[in-house]
């Protein structure tokens, strides 16, 4: 049976306690004033500040509107319905639950269409919990279990791929442009820091990073369309192949479930003709 997610967490560094504690904390993490919050939720700006100084109470329906003004993520809410006076209402459901059946049978449909091209299904932590045929080719370079092409959740080999990335291994060694690649994925990682609130996985990033590392230098003369993750793996026949990948990512589009909300489906597509012809070919063999 699903439990309904209750745990309040701190938020950069803050523990908020009362409901004008949470709307102060996310005002600042969206860098909003009293009164652009009240233009975007509707209200007027008297009432946002008698929220936040505790003169006034929220109505449930007040919470959510602000929540929704602020763009506050899922797991964020629950405390902040309790800080308000009311019972958690947002469950967080495990992919392997049987709540869950339908989702995973989508996931794993989206899954085998990217066929034969890398797709993984990570959760907010960057854990894999799904991957295709082309996913675990892939992550087998960097240890993950033979099985891992068994569609479904818990079929991966437990990778996380900030490790698989940053972490000194195989995969590490195989990326020939691991200074861009990893300039771009923090980038992408303090995005999603910034609108989560939560830099568990940033702090994570930056901890794995070499000592003194700093992003290359882009030569702006000549940018291209996308910067590719370039692998350079050994062949069937002993020689090196250069595969090249731009991904994309995707997410349930409209989630009212902690877990469910905060999972991504990253598909790896061919950003050159030779890396899809490679791929191609390797899965007709």
Do not use: C
């Amino acid at each position: 049976m699903n439990e309904l997610s209750t745990d309040p967490r701190a938020l950069s560094g803050t523990e908020p306690e009362t409901f004008g504690d949470h709307m102060r904390l996310w005002r600042r993490i969206r860098g909003l004033s009293q009164l652009q919050l009240s233009v975007r939720a509707d209200v007027s700006s008297r009432h946002v500040s008698f929220l936040e100084s505790g003169r006034s109470k929220p109505s449930r329906p007040m919470v959510d509107t602000l929540a929704d003004a602020l763009d506050i993520p899922l797991r964020a809410r629950n405390p902040i319905l309790m800080a308000a006076g009311f019972a958690p209402v947002y469950r967080e459901t495990s992919l392997d639950e049987p709540d869950a059946r339908h989702i995973r049978h989508l996931l794993d449909m989206v899954l085998k269409g990217a066929e034969p091209f890398p797709a993984l299904v990570v959760d907010r932590h960057w854990n894999v919990l799904m991957t295709n045929a082309g996913g675990a080719l892939m992550l087998s370079a960097a240890g993950g279990e033979k099985g891992a092409g068994e569609t479904g959740a818990g079929k991966a080999g437990g990778l996380n791929m900030v490790d698989v990335i940053l972490a000194p291994g195989p995969m590490r060694d195989l990326i020939v442009n691991w200074d861009e690649v990893v300039n771009d994925l923090l980038k992408r990682v303090r995005r999603e820091a910034d609108h989560a609130g939560d830099e568990t996985v940033l702090n994570r990033m930056l901890a794995l990073l070499p000592k003194g590392w700093k992003p290359p230098r882009r030569d702006t003369t000549d940018v291209p369309l996308v910067i590719p993750l370039h692998l350079r793996l050994p062949g069937a026949d002993g020689t090196l192949v250069d595969l090249r990948f731009a991904s994309i990512i995707g997410s349930l589009g409209t989630p009212a479930d902690i877990g469910l909300a905060e999972l991504a489906v990253e598909t790896f597509l061919p950003a050159d003709e030779a890396t899809e012809a490679f791929l191609k070919a390797a899965t007709a063999a």
